[in-house]
């Protein structure tokens, strides 16, 4: 089948996928995630599965920027050079990283470090870290998620550009309480080329980009 809604119905353990003349069975998966996958409510999965190199985020917010991010690194849009990118839970990171060690390909998780980079992230993942798989989130416990990244790498710009009367404790509170809007209030930014010249990437995402390339 092409339909990777039929696919994701099936057990993932008894599925074999064929791309690019190769196939894979995924017959070590165990018996948790191939579950967590069949209860999955969307086609996540068989993207990931198919795509040669994939980056993984954490939410919304993420999924809303970091397109746009890459375009302005790259000159060009994340698909083309054969990525594709899926927004999962935090809790769901593992379950993509299980299947993802039985795949041939590179994946870059962009997440937040939540306050303790060595806790949440070296010590969380150290199982999964491997030449094809690899973590990004900024090292400082202060910066703890994006919205805090992206205030603290343009504070200038974001209260030059978002500040309104409504924002009455602050961009940064408005971030944190209004994520996907504030992700899209910047997106619509950013489609003035100019604004870039006073826009930050961080350089945890700068980071992840040129890694998975």
Same mark, same amino acid.
């Given at each position: #089948?092409?339909?990777?809604?039929?696919?994701?119905?099936?057990?993932?353990?008894?599925?074999?996928?064929?791309?690019?003349? /190769?196939?894979?069975?995924?017959?070590?998966?165990?018996? %948790?995630?191939?579950?967590?996958?069949?209860?999955?409510?969307?086609?996540? @999965?068989?993207?990931? =599965?198919?795509?040669?190199? @994939? &980056?993984?985020?954490?939410?919304? !917010?993420?999924?809303? $920027? $970091?397109?746009?991010?890459? /375009?302005?690194?790259?000159?060009?849009?994340?698909?083309?050079? *054969?990525?594709?990118?899926?927004? &999962?839970?935090?809790?769901?990171?593992?379950?993509?990283?299980?299947? !993802?060690?039985?795949?041939?390909?590179?994946?870059?998780?962009?997440?937040?470090?939540?306050?303790?980079?060595?806790?949440?992230?070296?010590?969380?993942?150290?199982?999964?870290?491997?030449?094809?798989?690899?973590?990004?989130?900024?090292?400082? @416990?202060?910066?703890?998620?994006? %919205? &805090?990244?992206?205030?603290?790498?343009?504070?200038?710009?974001?209260?030059?550009?978002?500040?309104?009367? /409504?924002?009455?404790?602050? #961009?940064? !509170?408005?971030?944190?309480?209004?994520?996907? %809007?504030?992700?899209?209030?910047?997106?619509?930014? $950013?489609?003035? *080329?100019?604004?870039?010249?006073?826009?930050? =990437?961080?350089?945890?995402?700068?980071? !992840?980009? %040129?890694?998975?390339?």
């Amino acid at each position: #089948t092409h339909s990777n809604m039929i696919a994701t119905r099936l057990d993932l353990k008894n599925a074999i996928f064929i791309s690019n003349g /190769k196939s894979t069975k995924l017959n070590d998966l165990d018996k %948790e995630t191939s579950s967590f996958f069949q209860k999955s409510p969307d086609n996540s @999965a068989l993207d990931f =599965i198919l795509a040669k190199k @994939a &980056v993984l985020v954490e939410g919304n !917010a993420e999924y809303i $920027l $970091l397109d746009s991010f890459y /375009k302005h690194l790259r000159k060009k849009e994340m698909f083309k050079d *054969e990525i594709a990118m899926i927004s &999962v839970g935090g809790l769901s990171f593992k379950r993509y990283l299980e299947l !993802a060690r039985n795949l041939d390909k590179k994946i870059a998780v962009i997440t937040d470090n939540d306050g303790d980079y060595k806790k949440n992230i070296e010590e969380t993942y150290k199982y999964y870290i491997s030449e094809s798989i690899k973590i990004f989130a900024p090292k400082e @416990a202060e910066i703890n998620t994006f %919205e &805090v990244c992206l205030h603290k790498c343009n504070e200038e710009f974001i209260n030059k550009h978002l500040q309104s009367s /409504k924002m009455s404790k602050g #961009t940064l !509170a408005y971030m944190l309480k209004n994520k996907s %809007e504030a992700a899209f209030r910047i997106l619509n930014l $950013l489609e003035d *080329e100019e604004h870039w010249n006073d826009f930050k =990437i961080p350089d945890h995402i700068r980071e !992840a980009y %040129e890694w998975i390339n």
